[in-house]
């Protein structure tokens, strides 16, 4: 069964404080995907990276970064932690085969920045 | 740039009730539709999907038709359960970016369904 986890449902940081959120997947797919989700905004994408040591900027980079160093994982990282980024973060992969355009989706960390 | 739009919500059903959440896109050529749920406490699934014109998706009940000439793609059910209670969320993925296309998605909408 396809599985993306998410290392913690819940977070609560400072602001300033650096804060990183992981993502796996066991799927093998070469794309993967940070997005944040807001009451009212909908998902949107922050970085996607669609091979190891690849990335993207989406719609939202500002004030994030990410890194995949392994296939199999994904990080976000927020450099300094901000108020404004208090929010709902979803990872998701997907498989590059063109006919897929389906995207896997883990249970989503709820951050909150203090 | 591509854009969907999904009906303004939340909407509330009886048990039983037909559901229709209506939702437009746009977007250059012509892409494939989605339709996402997120249950509470969840992370997105995907519902159903349409990848040409006239094509119809069905799953768990619910229904949707890529409508190309009016670009919408509204999803259907004829009875609602309590167990619908979710987020729902349209989507579409252009094809510009070959295997490494993004999806597009709309605000999104929570249904919840009374007893």
């Known amino acids: 069964d396809v599985k993306v986890t998410q290392s913690s449902r819940y977070l609560v940081k400072r602001t300033g404080e650096k804060v990183f959120l992981e993502c796996v997947q066991d799927?093998?797919?070469?794309?993967m995907f940070w997005y944040r989700q807001d009451p009212g905004l909908g998902l949107r994408l922050i970085y996607f990276?669609?091979?190891?040591?690849?990335?993207e900027k989406g719609d939202i980079p500002e004030g994030y970064s990410v890194s995949r160093e392994k296939k199999e994982r994904f990080s976000l990282i927020l450099e300094s932690a901000s108020t404004n980024q208090t929010s709902m973060y979803l990872c998701?992969?997907?498989?590059?085969?063109?006919?897929?355009?389906?995207?896997?989706f883990g249970p989503g960390t709820r951050l909150t920045v203090t | 740039g591509d854009s969907v739009t999904q009906m303004e919500g939340p909407v509330t059903l009886s048990e039983e009730a037909f559901l229709t959440i209506n939702c437009t896109y746009t977007?250059?050529?012509?892409?494939?539709l989605f339709w996402y749920v997120q249950y509470p406490g969840e992370g997105l699934q995907l519902l159903l999907k349409?990848?040409?014109?006239?094509d119809k998706g069905s799953n768990k009940g619910f229904e949707a038709t890529y409508r190309k000439e009016t670009t919408s793609f509204h999803l259907e059910k004829g009875s609602v359960q309590v167990s619908d209670s979710a987020v729902y969320f349209c989507?579409?993925?252009?094809?510009?970016?070959?295997?490494?296309?993004?999806?597009?998605f709309g605000k999104g909408i929570t249904l919840s369904v009374r007893p």
């Open positions: 998701a992969s997907k498989d590059r085969d063109t006919l897929s355009y389906e995207q896997y």
């Open positions: 977007a250059t050529g012509y892409p494939s």
């Open positions: 990276s669609y091979d190891v040591k690849m990335k």
């Open positions: 349409a990848t040409k014109a006239d």
């Open positions: 799927m093998d797919h070469e794309n």
């Open positions: 989507a579409l993925s252009d094809h510009r970016g070959g295997a490494n296309s993004k999806l597009t």
